[in-house]
Nanobody
């Protein structure tokens, strides 16, 4: 069974930077894609960034140019480099992994989330 553990969240001043990590463990047949979602209090969870198994990336308009998603396939670890952070970036960030099973079924996996707070 796949387990995702996020780390790197915390409190940062506006304009600062954080790097989030998501380590995947357990038996993974194949990773189809991974991504980061975030959820602010009282708001819906939204996609922040995603990356496919061929390293194609996609970003929400609100973070484009400031955030960079990357993956180390050998380590099954996902990263999100966040620069020029704004208060509106505050929220719980969730790691997501789309696993391709042996029978080609795609199954989403979720981490527990890590809190990111951008405030003065």
């Amino acid at each position: 069974q796949v387990q995702l553990v996020e780390s790197g969240g915390g409190l940062v001043q506006p304009g600062g930077s954080l790097r989030l990590s998501c380590a995947a463990s357990g038996s993974i047949f194949s990773i189809n894609a991974m991504g980061w979602h975030r959820q602010a209090p009282g708001k819906e969870r939204e996609l922040v960034a995603s990356i496919t198994n061929v390293h194609s990336t996609n970003y929400a308009d609100s973070v484009k140019g400031r955030f960079t998603i990357s993956i180390n396939n050998a380590k099954n670890t996902l990263y999100l480099q966040m620069n020029s952070l704004k208060p509106e970036d505050t929220g719980v960030y969730y790691c997501n992994l789309i696993e391709r099973l042996w029978n080609d079924v795609l199954v989403p996996r979720w981490g527990q989330g890590t809190q990111v707070t951008v405030s003065s």
